[in-house]
């Protein structure tokens, strides 16, 4: 679905490179998560992603970038945004409009969606991220969550084939972020939308990432399956990435030979090893 | 203060108005006040305000603008008084005629402020840039521009808001009664108000332009803004104003 190779970005005006000979492949259908402590060069990787880079943030643009087989730079920016659909970071600047109703209606009507499949559309957006109730309230009486979700129902109703979300739990707390990655994980075996997100909640990520990348200083550091990348937490940790407390102990009981597998994802995993252990 | 440019739902008749009339209305107000030369008349201007704050259901935001504007019109009224020289001597310096003046245009300040702030707050902007790109075939680019400029007043209020209380809580004195020293400690924060804006609005227009800023045209729309008979109605009313103005 989407292929990067070597691609190097240089935003106008700054000394070094944002992102460094990063070559990636994600697989059609895919849940993909990258990581990487602050300044790694995430952002710049997902606006490369969905053509925004280098096409609003101008700049040294090397390799390649492919999505659905267009090449970002040749191709137009709202075409490849047709295609990856991405929720940005800062959910305030993304939200355009005052109502939850129009905020939907904004993609819609832009990429000239038939006026008779927009009703069906926002339904659809609705209720997959559960806000049918927001629908004609005003943006600033929501509350931050509901704001994201917002920001991703808007995004959904142009069902894109790639769903991008840069740091959607930012600003969510634990109950409402693990909420965001069950939508995400709908959205991904329900729809076969390909999931690319930016998260800096290992816990999240390891538990429903397929795959994971781990960025830092602009470069690749590694990528893989998540649970061959959790094999290397002490590597992670150095780099200033954190482990889940889970893959620690996994590799603990591993180094002491209690343990067959190196690495343990979530917390019903490591009980049932520590059970098996115990008993 | 902040609060008054936020959209106020609602369902009056004022709501029910095309979003063209609304403004259609606001601008009327305004020029009956500078063509009209009757003290009673700009009088019955500021009820007519007030009656429309009442009619869309925002009566209290009307009277908190007319608070908000009530320092200036003073200051206003004062400098009036003083410097108008014809006319009979009523008192010391002033003069019969200072006072009608005076009055006359402390009246028309606050008739011109009152009406369009009042149809801001109870129309969405989507709807009123929508409007304007559908009925009146404005370019959706300055439709956007301006209602964006417009959607960012509040965010900035809010913004410098936050500067204010995050340096007032590093010992900056901004809660000091001194008006001038206030505003010599605010220009300073003007810097890293307009970085956060440039940044802000640059990031909303990556936002526009992923979600198909560009394809925008004048069918775009989803909804529709016809013409009803209240707003036959309304527009009447306006002509009525002017006519009323020019004649009295």
């Known amino acids: 679905m989407i292929s990067i190779e070597s691609l190097t970005f240089q935003y106008e005006g700054s000394t070094e490179p944002a992102v460094k000979d990063i070559t990636l492949n994600i697989e059609d259908g895919g849940f993909f998560g990258i990581i990487g402590p602050a300044g790694a060069g995430k952002t710049t990787l997902a606006r490369a992603l969905c053509g925004i880079v280098p096409h609003h943030y101008k700049g040294d643009f090397y390799g390649s970038v492919t999505v659905d087989s267009m090449d970002t730079v040749d191709s137009k920016m709202t075409d490849i945004c047709r295609v990856v659909g991405m929720v940005f970071q800062d959910v305030e600047s993304q939200i355009i409009s005052s109502v939850v109703e129009d905020e939907l209606l904004y993609g819609l009507e832009n990429y000239g969606i038939p006026h008779e499949e927009i009703e069906e559309r926002m339904d659809f957006a609705l209720r997959e991220v559960g806000i049918e109730d927001l629908r004609y309230r005003t943006i600033a009486s929501l509350s931050g969550g509901q704001r994201q979700k917002v920001a991703i129902a808007s995004v959904i ?8 979300l840069d740091e ?3 600003e969510l707390d634990p109950g409402s972020s693990r909420q965001v990655f069950g939508l995400l994980k709908t959205l991904n075996e329900k729809y076969g939308i390909t999931i690319v997100v930016i998260e800096q909640k290992i816990m999240l990520l390891s538990e429903f990432a397929k795959e994971l990348a781990v960025m830092s200083g602009g470069s690749m550091f590694c990528h893989g399956p998540v649970r061959e990348v959790l094999k290397r937490a002490r590597e992670l940790e150095e780099i200033g990435v954190n482990c889940p407390r889970v893959a620690s102990l996994a590799q603990n009981l591993h180094k002491e030979g209690l343990l067959k597998t190196p690495v343990l994802i979530n917390v019903d995993e490591a009980e049932a090893a520590v059970r098996r252990l115990i008993s | 203060m902040k609060d008054l440019f936020q959209y106020t739902a609602g369902d009056s008749v004022i709501h029910k108005l095309n979003p063209l009339t609304r403004i259609l ?8 006040a500078f063509v009209s030369d009757n003290l009673y008349y700009l ?9 429309l704050g009442l009619l869309a259901g925002v009566f209290g935001k009307a009277l908190s603008l007319l608070k908000g504007l009530l320092k200036i019109s003073i200051f206003l009224f004062i400098l009036q008084i003083l410097f108008v020289r014809k006319g009979n001597r009523v008192f010391w310096i002033i003069t019969d005629q200072g006072l009608i003046l005076a009055a006359k245009v402390v009246l028309r300040l606050m008739i011109a402020c009152i009406p369009l702030a009042l149809m801001l707050a109870v129309t969405q902007i989507s709807d009123l840039a929508n409007a304007l790109v559908q009925v009146a075939h404005v370019p959706y680019k300055y439709a956007f521009t301006v209602t964006t400029a417009i959607r960012f007043i509040p965010q900035f209020m809010e913004e410098m808001a936050d500067i204010m209380e995050a340096q ?11 008006g ?10 003007c810097v890293p108000l307009l970085v956060t804006s ?13 979600r198909g800023f560009e394809l925008r045209n004048r069918t775009s729309g989803y909804k529709k803004y016809p013409f009803h008979w209240c707003d036959l109605l309304a527009v009447l009313v306006c002509a009525a104003l002017i006519a009323g103005a020019v004649i009295i």
């Open chain 1, 168 to 170: 959607p739990t930012g």
């Open chain 2, 168 to 178: 007032t809580a590093r010992g900056v004195e901004f809660d000091t009664k001194n």
């Open chain 2, 25 to 32: 209305l606001a601008v009327a107000v305004c020029a009956a």
């Open chain 2, 43 to 51: 009088v019955g201007l500021l009820c007519f305000d007030m009656l």
């Open chain 2, 180 to 189: 001038l020293k206030k505003i010599g400690m605010m220009l300073p924060l």
């Open chain 2, 198 to 210: 440039v940044r802000r609005t640059d990031a909303a227009a990556a936002a526009a332009e992923a």
């Open chain 1, 157 to 164: 109703a142009l069902r894109p084939k790639v769903l991008l």
